[in-house]
């Protein structure tokens, strides 16, 4: 058992600086700074997903301008399925050429969305 005052002194000590874990966005294969970094829910919160996946903020963004959450909890509820749709494979394309922090604002799609 350590005495109080080694703990308090142990408290004080500076914690080492950890090397910060590199995440790779499973949308374009990237690393993500901690500044682009969003948290993307695989099955929308409204549809009952609870599990979330890290992906690049401009990536997560563009995934909500092409789909709906009806078509994201049906059909576009994985990484893989994300990445085999044509439009957003237009897009990783354009983005893979960008550096791992670049960030546009993200325009709405111009196709007409399924209904619920």
Not at 12 to 33: F, S
Not at 49 to 63: A, D, P, V
Request: hydrophobic share 35%.
């Amino acid at each position: 058992m350590i005495g109080k005052i080694r703990q308090k002194l142990i408290a004080l000590e500076p914690m080492p600086k950890l090397k910060a874990e590199e995440i790779v966005c499973p949308i374009c294969k990237r690393c993500i700074p901690e500044s682009q970094k969003d948290a993307h829910h695989l099955v929308p919160k409204s549809k009952g997903g609870k599990t979330t996946e890290y992906l690049h903020r401009i990536c997560h963004r563009q995934i909500h301008a092409l789909f709906t959450e009806t078509e994201l909890a049906n059909h576009l509820n994985t990484a893989a399925a994300l990445q085999e749709h044509p439009e957003m494979q237009r897009f990783i394309r354009w983005v893979q050429s960008k550096p791992d922090h670049f960030f546009e604002k993200t325009r709405k799609s111009g196709r007409i969305k399924e209904s619920a």
